[in-house]
């Protein structure tokens, strides 16, 4: 398999994920911000039409998109890695669930925010909308060291990920407690570790 990334980027999770599952596979980094050309050269757009990522490159070539279904992939590749509960029990729509809301509700939310032509007032009604987003995000995991049941699984490396954005758009989680150390906490996790180092966003030694 090949994760095609952006550093720092809703990527991140799967590349979490990969390291995560313990399963083969090589990374190359897209710029986004240029002429999306791979690291190595290549039209991004030529990969994957979407002209976006994650973009994972299966095994046997097919492509697949979007971060959620990556990440489900993946976990149910290896089962006994508990990255997501198991297909009909409640905790894997309890899974579904987050991963629509991280998705939608808090992860677009914040896209305003990163663009230059957002203008002033829409990026501030896009904050508050955060604010509310990670307000209720810290309410559901009072007392809890997951997302979902007592396993790390693939909404907790997505929940992390969009955290890690609130230095780049003067968001400090640390008015959530909580936020602050589940954030630290997953951040610790030698997948977690691998995965920033991988993409130059911590030091590699």
């Known amino acids: 398999m090949k994760l095609y990334y952006a550093p720092g980027a809703c990527s991140l999770a799967p590349h979490i994920v990969l390291e995560e599952s313990g399963l083969a596979y090589e990374s190359e980094a897209i710029d986004l911000r240029g002429n999306r050309m791979t690291s190595s050269g290549k039209d991004f757009s030529q990969i994957n039409a ?8 299966l095994d046997d070539g097919q492509l697949l998109t979007e971060g959620p279904a990556i990440n489900q992939y993946l976990a149910d590749r290896v089962p006994e890695k508990k990255l997501a509960p198991a297909n009909g029990t409640i905790d894997r729509y309890r899974l579904q669930e987050w991963l629509t809301f991280l998705g939608t509700e808090l992860h677009k939310s914040f896209s305003p925010l990163f663009n230059p032509a957002t203008s002033d007032d829409w990026k501030k009604a896009s904050l508050e909308t955060v604010n509310r987003r990670l307000e209720y995000v810290a309410t559901q995991l009072a007392g809890k060291q997951f997302l979902v049941g007592d396993n790390f699984t693939i909404a907790d490396a997505y929940l992390f990920t969009i ?13 959530w407690p909580v936020l602050k150390e589940y954030h630290g906490r997953i951040f ?18």
């Open 50 to 57: 979407k002209g976006y990522v994650p973009a994972l490159v």
């Open 163 to 175: 955290l890690g954005w609130g230095q780049y758009v003067g968001l400090d989680i640390g008015k």
């Open 188 to 205: 610790m996790r030698p997948a977690v570790q691998a995965a920033l180092k991988a993409e130059g966003l911590i030091p590699s030694a």
